[in-house]
């Protein structure tokens, strides 16, 4: 999703706010909406990808049965980035994580929003 694609204005308002709170000036968001396999979140999970300024941010909500919001939040500054790839299946990142690299998969709106920010410039 971006910017121009409101439907993220139909968020349940505890989600709505914590994506706000994470990606408020983002260039690009996705989120997209699944079916969870834990019971404890009967609404399913939010999975949130967006660029803001010089970051990447990947999160994963959902909403408790007693409708408190389970969060996972991480952020990238984009230069830290090791490296970026595609695939058939998508694009995937290389982050420096506290055990050695991490490969986190991403939309493909925002791999080829990363590839053109690590281009060289004229």
Do not use: C, N
Not at 1 to 20: S, Y
């Amino acid at each position: 999703m971006t910017i121009a694609d409101r439907t993220w204005d139909h968020l349940p308002p505890e989600i709505h706010a914590r994506v706000m709170a994470s990606t408020a000036h983002a260039q690009i968001r996705r989120i997209q909406h699944g079916v969870s396999s834990d019971p404890s979140l009967p609404r399913g999970v939010w999975t949130v990808d967006a660029l803001t300024g010089d970051r990447y941010v990947h999160q994963i909500l959902g909403l408790r049965a007693d409708d408190s919001v389970f969060e996972e939040t991480r952020t990238f500054v984009t230069d830290d980035i090791l490296d970026l790839s595609f695939t058939a299946d998508g694009a995937a990142l290389t982050v420096a994580g506290p055990e050695g690299p991490q490969s986190i998969v991403v939309p493909d709106p925002i791999g080829q929003a990363l590839g053109r920010r690590k281009e060289p410039g004229p």
